[in-house]
Structure formats: structure tokens, C-alpha cells
């Protein structure tokens, strides 16, 4: 039996399970990863982060998305974790560096009354190169070119900021997307070897977009960090807003500024404490063994 503390937290409804693995580690992560997320019989998230050492940062970020499956970066995962390691004394620095699989981040603390409020990330240089991605198209980029999916002609620009993000820019209102049908022909389509994390965005203004995000291993989430990074990049390249949005998710708002000077992105939000506790995962639960009634269509 797997028994642990855990906080989970949640960056404008992108929640996930943390625990502090500083001076534990813990067995297996990608099943106990699928066990706490699970809505129904575990903890219910979008994913499990791991908070550890690491040689050349501060801290280091694991990432496991809802099924198991290995995540690069979390742009609203990581502010939490920015607000976990201050919150609970594990740092007194406003300014910290957390290692992750997409490279070093950079985090700047807004702290009120001895907790913190909002977090800034400096989020990396964006990737449009089509290999690095990766995606398997024969230009050097993915912007706005026409892509097939479910019998209908998308236009698609791709980005990776660490992980990578299809963008698609429409002017259906995204909420009345059927998302739970369309998230998952674009994240298995053989154009994404890795598989992708797709977007669909409306342009409200120059400065406003609105978007909702099919995430990877971990299906459609109140909003995704990266995601809205890679959105504000694929509209500024593409000419549709300034280079400074807010970014309208379901879970809330996000500001993402694409600085072309320095070739880097900086997203700014809120990070929320929900609930601590203390878990143990049987040894023999295995969450496909149970079987729900569906009824007959």
C-alpha cells in the first residue's frame, strides 16, 4: 500500500495533486497518477505534480497528466508549485528556479500577507520549427496551413512551448464546440508523433482571445498554461492581436506577453490552495477493473 500527504491546488481550474517529494520519493507515479485523478474513486485532478531537489535549480517539477502518460511543462502547474514551496517554508525567495523536462523556469512571487497571490513565469522561447515540435509537415513551420480532421478543412499553426500545441482560430464560438469529440481525433491524428495539445480560439480584439483546450492524456481542462502561451504566439505571428492578451480560459484569465525582443514568453495568474489530506492507494486497485453502467443508446 502506497500512503502519502498531498495538497491539491488548482491555477484557474487546472488542478492538480501535489506532494513534496524533497526528502521522500514516491513508487510508481505514472499509476498514482491515474489513481488520484480519477474523479470518482480518488482524489479527482487533472494530474499529479511531483515536487523534488534538484542539482542545479531550486526545486525540480515532475509532471504526470490524468492517465499516467509523462508531461513536459504545465505553465499553470508550475505557479503552484511556486506557491506550495512558499507557503509551506520551504523557500523565503520571491524569485525562485524549478527544473522541468522542457528546461529551467524562472518565477517571480507577488506575496500578500505572507502567502502567494500570483506568480509570473518566464516561460522560454516558443518553438515553431516543425521537427523540434514535432510535427510531421514538410515546411520548416506549421502557421495557418490547412489540415484535415473528421472531413473538415482546419487551419492549423503549431507551436511547442516545452510541449507541444495546435492552435486553431475560429469564428464558431468556442464554447459551443463539440470538443469531447473533435479533442481527440487532433491529439492521436499521425501528424503529432508524440501526440498534441490542441486549442480553439476566438479573437475577441487585439488584446482579448478566448479559448478552450483539449490537453494531451488528460482531456479538456478549465484551462492549460502552455496552451494559452502557444495561442498568444500563434495570433501575434499570425498577425491577429498585439503581442500582449489576456486569454480568456474557462477557468479564468491568464496574461501572456510574447516578447520578440528576447524571444520569450511571460505568462502571469493566480495560484490556489484547495484542500490538504492524506491518502493510501491499495496495492490492487486498478480503476479499469471497475466497470460503470452505460446505458443502451
Not at 501575434?236 to 489576456?246: E, K, M, R
Request: hydrophobic share 35%; aromatic share 8%.
Amino acid at each position: 500500500m502506497t500512503s502519502f500527504d498531498f495538497t491539491k491546488m488548482h491555477g484557474i481550474g487546472n488542478d492538480y495533486v501535489y506532494v513534496d517529494c524533497t526528502k521522500r520519493d514516491i513508487e510508481d507515479p505514472a499509476s498514482v497518477a491515474r489513481f488520484v485523478s480519477d474523479r470518482h474513486f480518488g482524489i479527482g485532478s487533472d494530474g499529479l505534480i511531483l515536487i523534488k531537489n534538484s542539482s542545479t535549480c531550486d526545486f525540480k517539477m515532475d509532471m504526470y497528466n490524468a492517465d499516467g502518460s509523462r508531461g513536459e511543462m504545465c505553465g499553470n502547474g508550475i505557479r503552484c508549485v511556486a506557491k506550495y514551496v512558499y507557503d509551506n517554508h520551504l523557500t523565503d525567495k520571491t524569485e525562485i528556479s524549478v527544473e522541468t523536462l522542457a528546461g529551467v523556469k524562472t518565477l517571480l512571487l507577488t506575496v500578500k500577507d505572507n502567502r502567494v497571490d500570483s506568480v509570473l513565469v518566464d516561460m522560454g522561447r516558443p518553438v515553431l520549427d516543425s521537427r523540434r515540435i514535432p510535427v510531421t509537415f514538410p515546411k520548416d513551420q506549421m502557421v495557418n496551413e490547412p489540415m484535415e480532421v473528421d472531413g473538415n478543412i482546419f487551419r492549423v499553426t503549431c507551436v511547442s512551448m516545452g510541449n507541444p500545441h495546435c492552435v486553431i482560430f475560429t469564428d464558431e464560438d468556442v464554447r459551443a464546440i463539440d470538443l469531447p469529440h473533435i479533442g481527440p481525433l487532433f491529439e492521436n491524428h499521425p501528424t503529432f508523433p508524440q501526440r498534441i495539445n490542441t486549442e480553439f480560439a476566438n479573437i475577441l480584439d487585439r488584446k482579448n482571445i478566448r479559448m478552450r483546450v483539449w490537453e494531451r492524456g488528460s482531456g479538456e481542462t478549465l484551462a492549460c498554461g502552455t496552451g494559452a502561451c502557444a495561442t498568444a504566439v500563434a495570433a501575434a505571428v499570425n498577425g491577429l492581436t498585439d503581442d500582449q492578451v489576456t486569454i480568456h480560459l474557462l477557468g479564468g484569465d491568464l496574461m501572456v506577453h510574447y516578447d520578440r525582443n528576447k524571444d520569450t514568453v511571460l505568462m502571469k495568474g493566480s495560484a490556489t490552495t484547495v484542500f490538504t489530506g492524506h491518502i493510501e492507494i491499495p496495492d490492487s486497485f486498478e480503476k479499469d477493473d471497475v466497470k460503470i453502467y452505460e446505458p443502451k443508446k
